[in-house]
């Protein structure tokens, strides 16, 4: 009688464990396939209540910013993308961007636009929707900000919102700075590989130590460069043909008292040179054994790359020296003599220098703006 009565105990613990076993498994059968959709950033806008009712439902579009535009060259072109970027996540809306951008710049970097960017299968379907239309607007900006757009609800649900112009301001992207240099444009294996051998080759000229850099990311390849015992690294970007002929050129005395001011600030600072005359640089800077110029056969992206690269920075006018010193995110000394037609404290980044008339470098405060 023990004994059965011990039988029957241990049967119907062994039925509770199995029905337990059978109601997790059936739960995470359920729970599972469903893919949610999480926004690492606050939401401001209207559209919170529409995203957050939808996590489940991965490609449910409320609002896109849109960019088709290639106008410009790189540095162009990267303000725009920047630019779109930051008003899509400001709004929690999507982005679309076209194959030809998409192409473009994924020569060059990784451009990681998750969780945003939708497809071109995606956007078609969406406005050729008749039955479910969306708004669309566009907006034409060439260097200004628009503070506007940064309020809760400028780019609303149901709407297509289409960047055209230059967007040369970084205060539509200041918010997403960490993104912009650590997920979208940083360097693909490609170019890091064809940059690394450049700083290889000085590193074994001036000396004769070849260093074994890990290229995993650029990120990883930039802290060892920046963590080297051996040198700092400043990257020089100058832009003369175009700017020659409209006297926006930077002369030959700013380029050396910059390159003075790092020299007594670091006594083992190296200068590498990128630019549009290399033939002229190679000439003004020949008897500098602590400055190089990238080769000739290095494209406008790996001179980007490279400067990027670097700890700080000393640049002339354009959107190309802007980016240059914006991804090396060091000190950035800057030529006041560019007119780029922004308003400066919409325009220069803070805390760049910048040289004045007199050459003197001041910081980039309220008395220079």
Known sequence: FINDNNFQSTKWRFIQVLLVILIITAITLYILPMKFVTYPFSITSKNQHAITTITAQKTKIYCIVYLKDRSGRLGNRMFM?????????????????????????????????????????????????????????????????????????????????????????????????????????????????KVSKLFINIYEKKFNFKPQFSLENHQSFKKQLVQSNWTTWIGIHVRRKDFVLLNYSSTDEYLFTAIDYYIKRYSNAYFIVASDDKSYCKNLFHNRSNIFVTPQSFSMSDDLITLSLCEHSIITGGTFGWWTGYLANGQVIHDKVYPSGCERREYYYPPWFLIDGNVRAHKNSKNIL
């Open 81 to 193: 993308i920047a630019s779109a970027y930051g008003l899509a996540r400001l709004h929690s809306c999507h982005l679309y961007l076209t194959p030809e951008i998409i192409n473009e710049m994924n020569a060059i970097f990784i451009l990681n636009l998750s969780p945003f960017l939708i497809s071109s299968t995606i956007f078609n379907s969406i406005i050729h929707n008749n039955s479910k239309p969306m708004t669309k607007i566009s907006k034409n900006v060439v260097c200004q900000y628009i503070p506007e757009l940064t309020r809760p609800n400028a780019i609303s649900s149901g709407c297509i919102f289409e960047l055209k112009g230059f967007w040369q301001s970084y205060l539509h992207f200041a918010k997403y700075n960490d993104d912009i240099r650590e997920r979208i444009f940083v360097a693909i294996q490609s170019v890091l590989k």
